[in-house]
């Protein structure tokens, strides 16, 4: 009887760290404000699921839907003033 033996490389070629790295970290840092906007915006969300909703929901769900839409313009522009090059420096 022969014996079946994988004949390929590892799929991982480095085995996975012990956590995140710093780069990571700060990444996850920086999209926080995203993050949290966007749960405030689905718990909004699943608040009107199972009922019509009135008026006050429909503003908090405004409200959080634009809190999303600032937190990732605002994220945007910070990623791309990081590509820019300061002038006169």
Same mark, same amino acid.
């Given at each position: 009887?022969?014996? &079946?033996?994988?004949?390929?490389?590892?799929?991982?070629?480095?085995? !996975?760290?012990?956590? !995140?790295?710093?780069?990571?970290?700060?990444? &996850?840092?920086?999209?926080? !404000?995203?993050?949290?906007?966007?749960?405030?915006?689905? *718990?909004?969300? &699943?608040? &009107?699921? *199972?009922?019509? !909703?009135?008026?006050? *929901?429909?503003?908090?769900?405004?409200?959080a839907r634009r809190?999303?839409?600032?937190?990732?313009? *605002?994220?945007?522009n910070l990623s791309?003033?990081?590509?820019?090059?300061?002038?006169?420096?």
């Amino acid at each position: 009887m022969k014996t &079946i033996v994988a004949l390929q490389a590892l799929v991982t070629a480095h085995p !996975p760290t012990a956590g !995140p790295t710093d780069a990571e970290l700060d990444a &996850i840092e920086a999209e926080m !404000p995203v993050i949290s906007a966007e749960v405030e915006l689905l *718990d909004a969300q &699943i608040m &009107i699921l *199972d009922r019509t !909703p009135s008026t006050v *929901d429909e503003q908090r769900v405004r409200r959080a839907r634009r809190r999303v839409l600032a937190a990732r313009r *605002d994220l945007a522009n910070l990623s791309a003033a990081a590509f820019v090059p300061e002038v006169g420096a």
